[in-house]
């Protein structure tokens, strides 16, 4: 059975601090079999040497982009039980991620769940440099955190944001990360879709995400997934897997709603979102998004909204799916007042609705 899963890379402190660099190396080698054997003898013509290397736009992109972005290694606590059920035992493990500098004064982009529950944050730049990082702030409902370091300036290359509003199918995009910690990573495909809706870490649904088929796996969260100019067009954070591994099917959050997150934590403000206060799901023959609950003191159940109503338009732009409602309210601030137009035993009427603040 498929599902949808983060990709933050975990590993014991002990098995990281063991393995080190020499991870990689030892997968490698146990690919390649054992014993030995004689090949057999192959003649082949000479080619005359090539007087020159080509060097395709996609190499000059990872010239140019990768200085950018940077390896996250968190170390939490953990729990659990000694061996025998003799008591606590107590210790820490360590997770991996990626993130990209966001601006000269150290703020670096990543996901909410990559740091969440960090006791130290160490980032690595792909110089080898590494920096302690502070968290200073992070947002659940879209899973975006910002952390902050104090290096060279030098060691500062902050990535162009893009816009995810007019991101297409089929248009070529990048991912750079750190897949099963191999840091400083670039795997390449096309946009497979926009508009999805993912899930985000508390439970809430993160609109507009961006799927691709780049192949992103553990330890891609929160880095880049850029187009050919080099610009950020969202964060890679969940693939969805049969098998726990890359299927070509990945999810990055919007730029656009990384921006406005970002540039509130950085600017030491609360994130807040618009929030109705209803659960929905796909009408029949896409006739709109049909309630199933409502949650009592919400928005929704001032208004009057009941489960069985179906939600054809939002203020006057048509809702054929439940994701069309969750992206209407998802653009708006809270406070604001909407008009939803819906259907109820079998009449048109009208609802409006001042929109709250999501809970927490």
Do not use: C, W
Not at 52 to 80: C, E, F, H, M, R
Not at 214 to 241: F, R
Not at 293 to 300: D, F, N, Q, Y
């Amino acid at each position: 059975m498929n599902q949808k899963m983060i990709l933050r890379r975990g590993a014991p402190v002990a098995a990281a601090l063991a393995l080190g660099a020499g991870a990689g190396v030892g997968v490698y080698a146990g690919l390649s079999g054992g014993g030995t054997s004689t090949a057999p003898t192959v003649t082949v013509a000479a080619q005359p040497a090539a007087s020159t290397t080509t060097v395709s736009n996609l190499t000059q992109l990872y010239k140019d982009v990768t200085p950018g972005v940077v390896d996250i290694t968190v170390t939490s606590a953990s729990s659990g039980n000694a061996p025998g059920g003799f008591g606590p035992q107590g210790g820490t493990s360590q997770a991996e991620g990626s993130g990209f500098v966001f601006d000269t004064s150290g703020h670096i982009v990543t996901n909410q769940h990559v740091v969440a529950g960090a006791t130290a944050i160490t980032v690595r730049f792909p110089d080898g440099t590494t920096a302690k990082g502070t968290l200073v702030g992070s947002d659940p409902s879209t899973d975006i955190a910002v952390i902050k370091v104090d290096v060279a300036a030098s060691e500062l290359h902050p990535l162009s944001l893009g816009s995810s509003k007019n991101v297409q199918p089929g248009q070529d995009v990048v991912a750079i990360g750190s897949p099963f910690g191999l840091a400083d990573s670039m795997t390449s495909g096309i946009v497979s879709a926009v508009g999805r809706t993912i899930q985000a870490p508390n439970g809430y649904s993160i609109a507009n995400s961006i799927q691709t088929d780049a192949p992103i796996n553990h330890g891609n969260s929160g880095g880049p997934l850029l187009d050919l100019n080099g610009n950020v067009l969202g964060v890679n954070a969940q693939i969805e897997s049969g098998g726990g591994g890359s299927d070509g099917v990945g999810f990055a959050i919007p730029i656009d709603s990384v921006k406005s997150v970002v540039n509130t934590l950085v600017a030491g403000g609360k994130v807040e979102h618009a929030y109705i206060g209803i659960h929905v799901g796909d009408a029949p023959n896409g006739a709109g998004a049909q309630v199933s609950s409502v949650s009592a003191g919400t928005p929704a159940a001032k208004a009057g909204l009941q489960a069985g109503d179906v939600i054809t338009a939002l203020d006057g732009n048509p809702i054929t799916k439940a994701d069309d409602l969750t992206a209407g309210v998802t653009a708006h601030a809270p406070n604001d007042k909407v008009t939803l137009t819906i259907t109820r035993n079998g009449k048109t009427q009208q609802i409006d609705v001042t929109l709250g603040v999501r809970p927490s």
